[in-house]
C-alpha cells in the first residue's frame, strides 16, 4: 500500500531520510531501520516520554529531546549517537538501577530483560549513585501472575496497556517520587482486584521481570510486548493470522 | 478546623431533610459539588478537595464514592489523590501543631521545637498520637519568616516560639503528655 501521507526531509547522524509529517522521530527512526534505544515506548500504545532513554539532540541549539513525543519537522537534523547522548543515556540507565532493586543473577527475566538488555548496549557496566535499596512486598495475591515491584522502572507499559487496549484500567501509579509505585484497584492486592480480566497483557508487555507468570524460575519468564502491536494491527486492518505482516 | 466541620455538616443535616443512602449526610456535601461539577471527570482533584474538607481525611470508602460518581477507575482515583501532598488518608487529631521547618525557621531551632513535641506526646512528625488527640506536621515555609521560628496551633499563627512556649501551648490543649 502506498503511503500518500506529505513527506519532510530530515536527517539521522548526517545520514538523510524521509520522514512523514505527524510522525514521531522514533517511528521515523524505526521505519528507516534506524535504531534509537527506547523503554517505556511500545506501539500500539499511547506516548509516555518517561523513562527518557530515547532522547535525541535536535540540531537547533542542541536540545535534548524525547524521540518518541517529538514529531519530526522539515530539514530537522537529528543525532544519536553523540558522546554526549550516550553519557546521558547511561546515566540514565545507572538511576533506574539505582531507584529499584535489580537483580538481575535471581530475576525470572534475566537474559530476556529490556532493562538489562539496554544497559548492554549502553555499556553500562556500573553503577556510580548510591543503591538506595527500597522495601517493597512482592504481590503474590493474583491466581496466575505475579507482581514484584522491586523490579519495577515504571515504565507504565502496563497501566496504558489495560487502559487502551484492554480496557479495565486496574493498574496505575499511586505517590509520587522516590515513593512512586504501581498499585492495583485501591492499593489492593492484586488478586482480590474486581476489575482485573487475567487477560495478561501487561505481563506481556513488562519490559523487566517485575511482572511475570506464576511459578516461573530465574531466567524462564519471556515476555511478548509485540504482542500490542499485532493485536493493533488485527483490530485496525482486520488481519488476525498475518502476524508476520504486522510486524 | 473542627467546628468549621461540625458547622458546616450540622447545616447540611438541617437543610437536608432527607438521609443520604450511605448513612453519612456528610456525603450530601459532595454531592452536591458533583451536582455542580455536572459530573464531569475533570473535577476529580476538587471532589477531592471538597471531600476532605468534610471529611477531614479521604478514607477508602470516600475515594471509592467519589469514583463511582465520576465514573473513574479506583486505581485511578487513588493515584490522584496519593500523588499530592495535601491529601491525608489518616484522621487528623482534635489539636494540630503545625512547625515550619522553612530556613528561616530551621535557623532558629525550628527543628528542636518539632523534636521536643515528637518526644513528649511520641507522636512522630507527620503522623497523630496513638489517643488521637494531637496532630503534628510540619511546613516547609509559610512566608512569615520575620516572625521565626513559626509554630501554627489548630489555625492560629503563632511567631517567635521556642521549645517551652509551644510545650506550654499543647500542653495546655492536649494536656499533660507522654
Known amino acids: 500500500m502506498r503511503d500518500t501521507r506529505p513527506t519532510v526531509n530530515i536527517s539521522f547522524d548526517g545520514v538523510d531520510y524521509e520522514g512523514y509529517v505527524g510522525e514521531s522521530v522514533l517511528e521515523c527512526a524505526r521505519r528507516n531501520g534506524v535504531t534509537i534505544p527506547s523503554l517505556c515506548f511500545l506501539e500500539g500504545l499511547s506516548v509516555w516520554g518517561g523513562c527518557r532513554i530515547c532522547v535525541v539532540e535536535v540540531a537547533e541549539g542542541h536540545r535534548l529531546r524525547p524521540a518518541c513525543a517529538t514529531q519530526v519537522t522539515p530539514d530537522m537534523e537529528i543525532k544519536i549517537e553523540t558522546p554526549r547522548l550516550r553519557a546521558y543515556r547511561k546515566s540514565v540507565l545507572e538511576l533506574l538501577f539505582a531507584e529499584g532493586n535489580h537483580v538481575c543473577a535471581v530475576c525470572v527475566s534475566n537474559g530476556k530483560c529490556e532493562l538489562q538488555d539496554m544497559a548492554v548496549f549502553s555499556g553500562m557496566d556500573h553503577v556510580r549513585y548510591d543503591y538506595q535499596a527500597p522495601r517493597r512486598e512482592v504481590d503474590a495475591s493474583h491466581p496466575k501472575y505475579v507482581f514484584d515491584p522491586n523490579r519495577c522502572i515504571l515504565c507504565t507499559r502496563c497501566v496504558r496497556v489495560c487502559d487502551e487496549i484492554e480496557g479495565a484500567h486496574v493498574w496505575d501509579i499511586s505517590y509520587r517520587g522516590e515513593h512512586a509505585e504501581l498499585i492495583t484497584e485501591m492499593n489492593r492486592p492484586w488478586g482480590d482486584s474486581l476489575s482485573c480480566t487475567w487477560c495478561g497483557k501487561c505481563v506481556a508487555v513488562c519490559p523487566t521481570g517485575s511482572l511475570a507468570y506464576e511459578g516461573r524460575s530465574i531466567g524462564e519468564m519471556e515476555h511478548d510486548p509485540v504482542m500490542i502491536k499485532r493485536l493493533a494491527v488485527a483490530r485496525s486492518r482486520g488481519e488476525w493470522l498475518d502476524p508476520e505482516g504486522a510486524i | ?178
Open chain 2, 1 to 178: 478546623m473542627s467546628d468549621t466541620r461540625t458547622r458546616r455538616v450540622a447545616g447540611a443535616t438541617d437543610s437536608q431533610q432527607g438521609d443520604h443512602p450511605s448513612g453519612d449526610n456528610r456525603f450530601d456535601l459532595v454531592d452536591k459539588h458533583l451536582k455542580r461539577a455536572r459530573y464531569e471527570q475533570d473535577q476529580l482533584i476538587e471532589t477531592l478537595h471538597v471531600a476532605q474538607d468534610v471529611f477531614g481525611y479521604l478514607s477508602e470508602d470516600i475515594l471509592i464514592y467519589v469514583a463511582r460518581a465520576l465514573r473513574l477507575p479506583p486505581s485511578m482515583v487513588y493515584g490522584v489523590a496519593t500523588f499530592y501532598h495535601l491529601f491525608t488518608f489518616d484522621p487528623p487529631g482534635d489539636h494540630s501543631c503545625t512547625v515550619c521547618t522553612g530556613t528561616a525557621c530551621f535557623v532558629k531551632g525550628a527543628d528542636d521545637i518539632v523534636q521536643a513535641v515528637s518526644d513528649t506526646y511520641s507522636v512522630p512528625a507527620g503522623e497523630t498520637s496513638e489517643d488521637g488527640s494531637l496532630t503534628l506536621k510540619t511546613a516547609r515555609c509559610l512566608g512569615s519568616c520575620g516572625l521565626a521560628p513559626v509554630v501554627v496551633f489548630d489555625g492560629n499563627v503563632l511567631g517567635h516560639q521556642d521549645t517551652e512556649s509551644t510545650l506550654e501551648l499543647v500542653a495546655g490543649a492536649v494536656g499533660g503528655g507522654g
